[in-house]
Each structure stands twice: as C-alpha cells, then as structure tokens.
C-alpha cells in the first residue's frame, strides 16, 4: 500500500517562508519521480515542481526561483522549500507519486499567505 502524508503547512504573512514535507511509504523510493501540485479555492489542481530519481528538478513557471524541491532518498521523504510566499500561493499542496501506472496522491496541505 503507497501513502504520502504532507506536512508543514501553515499561515505566513507576505513575503514569508515554509518547507512542506512528504513523506511516502513505498518501496524502493529512490526509483521514482515526485512531484508537487497546489489547488487554490475554486481552482484547478496545477504542477508545481518534479524531481526525478536522481535529483532532476523542473518547476512550474509561476515559481520563478522561489521554491526549491529537494528529496531524501535515505528517509523516503521529498520537501518543497517556499520563499517569498505571495497571498497568490495561498493553496492545498499535495504530493504525487506514480508508481505502476497508478497515481497516489498525499491527502494535501494548506498554505494561506496574508499581505
């Protein structure tokens, strides 16, 4: 059975920072690509940024340098480090892995960012 679980959420003031965390219990976790999705209220579910087994990033271009997403082969864990957090980034952020086909998703995390 795949489970992520997302922490580090929270209430930040513009300008703010926070590090999510997932944690993913899967085997072999080195062998797989993470990425990390947000959902505004009212909103779609968009990319925000993927690592690749051997610590590959790609980000979504709204980031624009601000996040940094970075994983722990050793400790099945991936994290999304945020910086200059705007009140635009307020969102659910959840965490997927694909393994055999099959997408697993973390159950999400808020992020509310006040100017």
């Known amino acids: 059975q795949v489970q992520l679980v997302e922490s580090g959420g929270g209430s930040v003031q513009d300008g703010g920072s926070l590090r999510l965390s997932c944690e993913v219990s899967?085997?072999?976790?080195n062998r797989w690509p993470m990425r990390w999705y947000r959902q505004a209220p009212g909103g779609q579910r968009e990319?925000?940024?993927?690592?690749?087994?051997?610590?590959?990033?790609t980000y979504g271009d709204f980031v624009k340098v601000r996040f940094t997403i970075s994983r722990d082969n050793a400790n099945n864990t991936m994290f999304l480090q945020m910086t200059s957090l705007k009140p635009d980034d307020k969102s659910v952020y959840y965490c997927?892995?694909?393994?055999?086909?099959?997408?697993?998703w973390g159950q999400g995390t808020q992020i509310t960012v006040s100017s």
């Open positions: 997927k892995i694909m393994v055999g086909g099959i997408e697993y």
């Open positions: 899967v085997p072999n976790f």
């Open positions: 990319w925000v940024a993927t690592i690749t087994r051997t610590g590959g990033t």
